[in-house]
T-cell receptor, first 113, second 115 residues
Framework: KNEVEQSPQNLTAQEGEFITINCSYSVGISALHWLQQHPGGGIVSLFMLSSGKKKHGRLIATINIQEKHSSLHITASHPRDSAVYICAATAINYGGSQGNLIFGKGTKLSVKP | EAQVTQNPRYLITVTGKKLTVTCSQNMNHEYMSWYRQDPGLGLRQIYYSMNVEVTDKGDVPEGYKVSRKEKRNFPLILESPSPNQTSLYFC??????????????FGQGTRLTVV
């Protein structure tokens, strides 16, 4: 079992739809990251959060520490949002080292015009 | 501009020919790491470094070496590449103040093919 699980694995949406990607984790964490990987391959950090909710433009990330669950929401989705979204946890004392990122397998989002 | 720079972006090489992928960051970050990304397996950590001269193995270190002689640079060395090291590689860095990690910055990736 992976320590960080994402769902769904693939997601196709129509432009304008509200999108939710889920992430569950089973390890102790100090932070949860949402990353975006575009078809060109580069990875950018969207959010890092350890509690509550963060918002940036049309993107919203939430985390529930008690339930060990985080969600990434995209409002009014657009074809340019098409990318792979990756959830990653900054683990506490994972593999003997603090700070290592544990990654989910990613969610491939395709937004159709 | 804050960034992590990897070179080269693309590399095709032959089995056994030593190669180095460079990684440099301009944010004075203590923590740097290398990942490989493979279809169906996601990102897996190869090596990481907490600071200069401090490196340690990640989940998949076999066949790789690293060094951290300066804070800004963290090269990945493949002494004798093999086809199973064909992958997309990412370098990343983050700040490490008093054991609280901050946002991770990723390089643009290096697509390596070993034939």
């Amino acid at each position: 079992k992976n320590e960080v699980e994402q769902s769904p694995q693939n997601l196709t949406a129509q432009e304008g739809e509200f999108i939710t990607i889920n992430c569950s984790y089973s390890v102790g964490i100090s932070a949860l990251h949402w990353l975006q990987q575009h078809p060109g391959g580069g990875i950018v950090s969207l959010f890092m959060l350890s509690s509550g909710k963060k918002k940036h433009g049309r993107l919203i990330a939430t985390i529930n520490i008690q339930e060990k669950h985080s969600s990434l929401h995209i409002t009014a989705s657009h074809p340019r949002d098409s990318a792979v979204y990756i959830c990653a946890a900054t683990a506490i004392n994972y593999g003997g080292s603090q700070g290592n990122l544990i990654f989910g397998k990613g969610t491939k989002l395709s937004v159709k015009p | 501009e804050a960034q992590v720079t990897q070179n080269p972006r693309y590399l095709i090489t032959v089995t056994g020919k030593k190669l180095t992928v460079t990684c440099s960051q301009n944010m004075n970050h203590e923590y740097m790491s290398w990942y490989r990304q493979d279809p169906g397996l996601g990102l897996r950590q190869i090596y990481y470094s907490m600071n200069v001269e401090v490196t340690d193995k990640g989940d998949v270190p076999e066949g790789y070496k690293v060094s951290r002689k300066e804070k800004r640079n963290f090269p990945l060395i493949l002494e004798s590449p093999s086809p199973n090291q064909t992958s997309l590689y990412f370098c990343a860095s983050s700040q490490y103040p008093t054991r609280v990690y901050t946002e991770a910055f990723f390089g643009q990736g290096t697509r390596l093919t070993v034939v």
